[in-house]
Every structure is written in structure tokens, then in C-alpha cells.
Nanobody, 125 residues
Framework: QVQLVESGGGLVQAGASLRLSCTAS????????MGWFSQAPGKEREFVEA????????YDTDAVKGRFTISRDNAKNTVYLQMNSLNAEDTAVYYC??????????????????WGQGTQVTVSS
């Protein structure tokens, strides 16, 4: 079992930055691919970014390219999501996930086994 706890969310103004953290316990996150998903009000949860077990990174949607960056610190058992130039459309609950996704499931919830409880990010315009 892996327990994931997210932190770092909050209320910020448009243009600000936030860094979300996801700390794993139970097993080291270095054994897993790690991902971030977001769920905006009234919408389905969607993929944001992931770092594969091999260390490679991938991201999806034009909305976050160049603004969001995922990184991992295996010594601290923590994965981060650095979010810059936030805008109102980024408002969502952000979830951390761990698993062993293959390339075809990297951007899908089915690729992940363990989930955190989520942290709210609210961006005021």
C-alpha cells in the first residue's frame, strides 16, 4: 500500500505561482510512476503531468505547457508540481497518483493505483 498526501494548494491571484507537493508513505515513490490530475467543478478529472519510473516527463494539454513542471525528489519521497502564471481556468482540485502506467495509460486514471485526497487550488481573476 502507498499513502499519498498532497499539500500546497490555496487561493491565489491570477499570475501567481504555487508549488504542490505529494509525499508518499508505505512504499517509496521511486518505485512508481507519479502523476498529477485535476478536477474542475462540474468536470471530469483530467491528466495534468506525469513523471515516469524511468524519470522521463510528459505533459498534456496546451493549457499547461510551459507553465507547469513536475519533478520528483526520491530522497524525500516527494513529487512536486510547480505551477506558474496561474489563471482562473487552473482552478480545480489537484490529485497526486502513483502507479506503474505504460505509455498508453500514462495520461489515464487507469494507469494509476494509488491516489491522494486532493488539494484545492483556486485562482481569482
Amino acid at each position: 500500500q502507498v499513502q499519498l498526501v498532497e499539500s500546497g494548494g490555496g487561493l491565489v491571484q491570477a499570475g501567481a505561482s504555487l508549488r504542490l507537493s505529494c509525499t508518499a508513505s508505505g512504499h517509496t515513490c521511486s518505485q512508481y510512476g507519479m502523476g498529477w490530475f485535476s478536477q474542475a467543478p462540474g468536470k471530469e478529472r483530467e491528466f495534468v503531468e506525469a513523471v515516469r519510473l524511468s524519470g522521463g516527463t510528459q505533459y498534456d494539454t496546451d493549457a499547461v505547457k510551459g507553465r507547469f513542471t513536475i519533478s520528483r525528489d526520491n530522497a524525500k519521497n516527494t513529487v512536486y508540481l510547480q505551477m506558474n502564471s496561474l489563471n482562473a481556468e487552473d482552478t480545480a482540485v489537484y490529485y497526486c497518483a502513483a502507479g506503474r502506467p505504460i505509455l498508453s495509460t500514462l495520461r489515464r486514471e487507469i494507469g494509476y493505483t494509488y491516489w491522494g485526497q486532493g488539494t484545492q487550488v483556486t485562482v481569482s481573476s
